[in-house]
């Protein structure tokens, strides 16, 4: 069955002259059937508001109202893609909506109503910052439900990594916390036109009601932060000038303080956050 009925985005990148720029990082995905499996992945769409981060051609945007999103507010910064994206407005009336601009300057969540998705092919640099930020909103629950993201596989696997692996660290800490992270699919540098140099994947996140552990975010950040600053040093030596009692802390969090910050299992690290809070 088609997806819809506009051209294929081989001919719109075509008509529209949209060759991929390095500088923004475009590796544009042209498969319909891929970009609708990736908005399958951001869970059931109807009924709800999508917020598209850099669009570009529009592959993924189509699958997302293909898949029944109510609506979907996209924000692209490369002013070439606007036509292309109208295209895609004129077949959907009323549903597609596109603000031209970095995303990292604009934040239109406030222009969506519950429940919202967020779903987005980024630049690697431009995705984690954003993670960075949807994860640390300054109220839980957060106004989004899901974020369904494509990162270099690396970066995704430091997403939802264990604690034991090279790859735990801050990320893995601040995703875990406040959200269930998975990754969903995993894509070959091949799907992307013109291909990268890597591997990528897609990571689904579901925000938590409420964080994993009771913590205050800031002196967890702080605590983890440091931990990972120094993840070769003793944690005794890593968390100095933290607390004056450090390592007795660490003792009553159940931690030794001889052990790595990569061996700390979250539960462990929001107990620490606790007690240097408390003292
Ligand atoms: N979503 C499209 C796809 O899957 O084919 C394009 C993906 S391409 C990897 C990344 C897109 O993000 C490009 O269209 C690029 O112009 C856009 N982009 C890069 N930085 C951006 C930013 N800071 N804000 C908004 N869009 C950005």
Redesign the pocket.
């Known amino acids: 069955m088609a997806i819809d009925d506009l051209p294929p ?1 081989r001919d719109v990148i075509a008509r529209h002259n949209l060759s ?2 390095k500088a ?7 498969d319909l059937n891929l ?1 609708a499996k ?1 908005a399958r992945a951001a869970g059931d769409l109807a009924g709800a508001d999508v917020l ?10 189509r699958g997302l109202l293909a898949e029944g999103a109510r609506r979907v507010l996209a ?4 002013p070439r ?1 606007q036509p292309a994206l109208a295209e895609i407005a004129e077949a959907y009336p009323g549903r597609l909506q596109v603000i031209e ?6 934040d239109p969540l406030e222009h969506l109503s519950p429940p919202i998705k967020i779903a ?4 690697y640099n ?1 995705g984690t910052e954003l993670l960075v930020r949807w994860l640390t909103p300054k109220v839980w629950p957060p106004v989004w439900s899901t974020l369904t993201l ?1 990162f270099q596989r690396e970066v995704a696997e430091r997403i939802v990594a264990a604690p034991g692996s090279k790859a735990y660290g801050r990320l893995a800490v601040l995703a875990q916390w406040r959200t269930d992270a998975r990754i969903v699919m995993s894509l070959p540098p091949g799907a ?2 013109p291909p ?1 140099k890597v591997s990528s994947a897609v990571v689904h996140l579901t925000a938590l009601p409420e964080p994993r552990y009771p913590a205050d975010p800031k002196v967890l950040e702080r605590v983890v932060a440091k931990a990972f600053n120094q993840r070769r040093k003793m944690l005794r030596a890593a968390l100095k000038g933290l607390h004056p009692q450090i390592e007795d802390l660490l003792v009553e969090a159940g931690i030794a303080p001889t052990e790595r910050a990569e061996q700390i299992p979250l539960e462990q690290f929001c107990a620490l956050a606790r007690l240097v809070a408390a003292r």
């Open positions: 985005l991929a720029r923004l990082g475009q590796n544009f995905l042209l970009t990736i598209e981060v850099g669009p570009g051609p529009g592959g993924l945007t924000i692209e910064k490369d893609c601009g970095d995303a990292l300057e604009i987005a092919n980024l630049p431009v494509m992307f036109t990268p």
